[in-house]
């Protein structure tokens, strides 16, 4: 099994940045492609931004795209995303996960989550 932590949420006004992180403990974050998924209050999780085992292909969803950046350190055995002009409609909890696959738009897939971090855009 895989632990997740993911920290660095909070409150930040638009057009703000913000960077989370995900560290992983109990097995090598090399056995894992990585997402980070979000849920607003009342809607579904959904897809934000996906990496490979070691870095090299890295997929987002098109509301990211452009604005938000996801890499991995795997000596470190973590995972970040690096939000900038961030948007009120960016508000939710968001989550990191670890599929033994590969990378899913699906949270389905994913076989290990973290607890979530709330990140909380302001107008």
């Known amino acids: 099994q895989v632990q997740l932590v993911e920290s660095g949420g909070g409150l930040v006004q638009a057009g703000g940045s913000l960077r989370l992180s995900c560290a992983a403990s109990?097995?090598?974050?090399?056995?894992?492609?990585m997402g980070w998924f979000r849920q607003a209050p009342g809607k579904e999780r959904l897809f934000v931004a996906g990496i490979s085992r070691f870095g090299r292909n890295v997929y987002y969803a098109d509301s990211v795209k452009g604005r938000f950046t996801i890499s991995r350190d795997n000596a470190k055995n973590s995972v970040y995303l690096q939000m900038s002009s961030l948007k009120p409609e960016d508000t939710a909890v968001y989550y990191c996960?670890?599929?033994?696959?590969?990378?899913?738009?699906?949270?389905?897939?994913?076989?290990?989550w973290g607890q979530g971090t709330q990140v909380t855009v302001s107008s």
């Open positions: 109990g097995r090598p974050l090399t056995n894992y492609a």
């Open positions: 996960a670890a599929d033994p696959n590969s990378v899913s738009y699906s949270y389905i897939e994913y076989d290990y």
